[in-house]
T-cell receptor, first 110, second 112 residues
Framework: GQNIDQPTEMTATEGAIVQINCTYQTSGFNGLFWYQQHAGEAPTFLSY????GLEEKGRFSSFLSRSKGYSYLLLKELQMKDSASYLC???????????FGTGTRLTIIP | SAVISQKPSRDICQRGTSLTIQCQVD?????MFWYRQQPGQSLTLIATANQGSEATYESGFVIDKFPISRPNLTFSTLTVSNMSPEDSSIYLCSGQLNTEAFFGQGTRLTVV
């Protein structure tokens, strides 16, 4: 089976940096995704990590440590529009299906 | 990238009726999935829609309640059968292209 944990809620200040952590336990790991979901909308893809290390994409970066079963999403220069839920999802090898964490609801305050 | 068109975007249905949700992808995708998302919660996988064969259902979901079709690599449907208020939720389809999963816009279903 799979177990994915991430904080339920976080608050950060506009212009600052926030790190959202995700830990997972899985058999047959084949990659980790981060998605952003605004209220009432479908999730949108942010990042994909399959090897250890940091992947940077503009203001967003994602890190993976497979040995520790750990990932984080780093958001820099926070903007009010970054207020959303951030979903960590693990891809299983073989059946190619995504298992989602509970999501972290991030609120940006002025 | 790929774009998935999902419809209807929302519906209000009577208890005991059925609703079919459609997803059309603008690219051929091998894997398509159907999820349910309760308000304020994350996505729960209902089933994997396989082209040319029966869908693969997750624990707690059965074909009689959620029949799925996948006639080709760009289209799939999910039917919510014999609906009850507990089926009120958002239903999302997704397709995977390379290492990226794309989502439809979601269907907000309310059963009264």
């Amino acid at each position: 089976g799979q177990n994915i944990d991430q904080p339920t809620e976080m608050t950060a200040t506009e212009g600052a940096i926030v790190q959202i952590n995700c830990t997972y336990q899985t058999s047959g790991f084949n990659g980790l995704f981060w998605y952003q979901q605004h209220a009432g909308e479908a999730p949108t893809f942010l990042s994909y990590n399959v090897l250890d290390g940091l992947e940077e994409k503009g203001r967003f970066s994602s890190f993976l440590s497979r040995s520790k079963g750990y990932s984080y999403l780093l958001l820099k220069e926070l903007q009010m529009k970054d207020s959303a839920s951030y979903l960590c999802a693990v891809l299983s090898f073989g059946n190619e299906k995504l298992t989602f964490g509970t999501g972290t609801r991030l609120t940006i305050i002025p | 990238s790929a774009v998935i068109s999902q419809k209807p975007s929302r519906d209000i249905c009577q208890r005991g009726t059925s609703l079919t949700i459609q997803c059309q992808v603008d690219s051929q995708v091998t894997m398509m999935f159907w999820y349910r998302q309760q308000p304020g919660q994350s996505l729960t996988l209902i089933a994997t829609a396989n082209q040319g064969s029966e869908a693969t259902y997750e624990s707690g979901f059965v074909i009689d309640k959620f029949p799925i079709s996948r006639p080709n690599l760009t289209f799939s449907t999910l039917t919510v059968s014999n609906m009850s208020p507990e089926d009120s939720s958002i239903y999302l389809c997704s397709g995977q292209l390379n290492t990226e999963a794309f989502f439809g816009q979601g269907t907000r279903l309310t059963v009264v």
